[in-house]
Nanobody, 115 residues
């Protein structure tokens, strides 16, 4: 099983990035998908989640209205569109596939918001 994130990088405050996570080795449509982020010394926090069919999403207040999660089951890919980025969004972003018995994680992609 592999979850491969891409799309991270350096962006100025107020800018946008789109992260992608492509899965292999799992039946993608069976898994709810989420994006988490983590900074040094802090716990990993959920930033977006989407159901298996994509008909429902959830976000914490810290990113609501700025981040949008979506998925393409035919491409086994989940996306995170991040707009109006702030310095406090700087973190390593991880993709998560949540199954009935086991979760899978990607290796993470660094997002740095700085002028």
């Amino acid at each position: 099983v592999q979850l491969v994130e891409s799309g991270g990088g350096l962006v100025q405050p107020g800018g946008s990035l789109r992260l992608s996570c492509t899965a292999s080795g799992i039946t993608f449509r069976w898994y709810a998908m989420s994006w988490y982020r983590q900074t040094p010394g802090k716990e990993r926090e959920l930033v977006a989640g989407i159901t298996r069919s994509g008909d429902s999403t959830n976000y914490p207040d810290s990113v609501k209205g700025r981040f949008t999660i979506s998925r393409d089951n035919a491409k086994a890919t989940v996306y995170l569109q991040m707009n109006s980025l702030k310095p406090e969004d700087t973190a390593v972003y991880y993709c998560n596939a949540k199954g009935a018995l086991i979760d899978y994680w990607g290796q993470g992609t660094q997002v740095t918001v700085s002028s």
